[in-house]
């Protein structure tokens, strides 16, 4: 991989707290780990637990994933194909500032839960589903800890709108770093619904939405359903607004934060909706 200094940010996350949690998903993978779509469960981070990763090539950063792609997951929407997603932003293990902190210095950044719903203008949906990614080597488990911009009923609201980014988050052990790093898969995305056998934006269809909530999902900005005035891409603008949102975190509390730009390799090359990702991620450092 090829590594390029950014002139945003330092940033470093000590990450003084991981979630041990087994998590089964909302969306079903292909890991055994995974299980029907609904049944998953996501809370915020307690004590890093996760093993060591197995031999890999391991920076100061973070320890080369198995696979910088998450799990094929699957819906309960036809319309939508069995999909992975990719790991765009790192949290390197040099940080020294918790994920806590750092998510308490964002403040509209909430944790949310696979086994909570919603209602939003009446129509009920899922807060996130849960899907499995391997940062340690040691096989693929869910996510640890997931966030909405905006927690699960604003950030709901926003996904009307195409507005709403959220994250997935896992914690991998690493040699000589105390708390390890923590990999993320961010993306925007819009709440979309199945009318007349295809995906459409729930906004177009609000009543029938209401009555029909078990067909609303949340498609990725820039695949069918969404939409993409604001945000094309809805992977790379994700990471990058996610980015964003640390390193302004960061510098609010005083925090140096620093961020350089890898490129990796990747098994896949477009996630939901074939929306297209790149092998680009940003590893960020948040020191106090």
């Known amino acids: 991989m090829t590594a390029r200094s950014s002139g945003l940010l330092p940033l470093a996350a000590v990450v003084t707290a991981a979630i041990a949690l087994a998590l089964s998903g909302c969306g079903s993978s292909s890991s055994a780990q995974s299980s029907a779509p609904g049944t998953a469960t996501a809370s915020a981070p307690a004590s890093a637990t996760a093993s060591a990763p197995a031999a890999t090539a391991c920076t100061a950063d973070y320890c080369t994933p198995a696979s910088w792609d998450t799990a094929r997951a699957s819906t309960p929407?036809?319309?939508i194909a069995p999909f992975s997603e990719p790991l765009n932003v790192v949290i390197g293990a040099r940080?020294?500032?918790s994920l806590t902190a750092i998510q308490q210095a964002m403040a509209?950044?909430?944790t949310v839960s696979t086994t909570s719903t919603v209602s939003v203008t009446g129509i009920r949906i899922k807060c996130i589903s849960s899907e499995n990614a391997?940062?340690?080597?040691?096989g693929y488990g869910a996510q640890q800890v997931a966030w909405r911009l905006g927690g699960c009923v604003d950030g709901n609201a926003l996904s009307i709108s195409g507005d709403e980014d959220h994250a997935r988050i896992w914690h991998q052990s690493v040699p000589g770093s105390k708390n390890g790093a923590w990999f993320v898969a961010a993306s925007y995305e819009t709440m979309c619904v199945v009318h007349d056998g295809k995906l459409e934006?729930?906004?177009s269809h609000l009543a029938y939405t209401v009555l029909h909530s078990s067909s609303a999902y949340h498609c990725v900005d820039g695949g069918p359903g969404s939409i993409d005035t604001a945000h094309p891409d809805g992977y790379?603008?994700?990471a990058q607004t996610f980015a964003a949102a640390v390193t302004a975190a960061a510098r609010a509390r005083g925090w140096q934060i620093s961020e350089r730009t890898i490129t990796v390799s990747r098994g896949a090359s477009a996630g939901e909706g074939g929306v297209p990702f790149n092998g680009?991620?940003?590893v960020?450092?948040?020191t106090a």
């Open 236 to 238: 790379t603008d994700g």
């Open 201 to 203: 934006t729930a906004k």
């Open 284 to 286: 960020l450092t948040v």
């Open 77 to 79: 929407l036809t319309q």
């Open 280 to 282: 680009t991620v940003d």
């Open 108 to 110: 509209k950044w909430e």
């Open 134 to 138: 391997d940062v340690t080597g040691n």
């Open 95 to 97: 940080s020294t500032v």
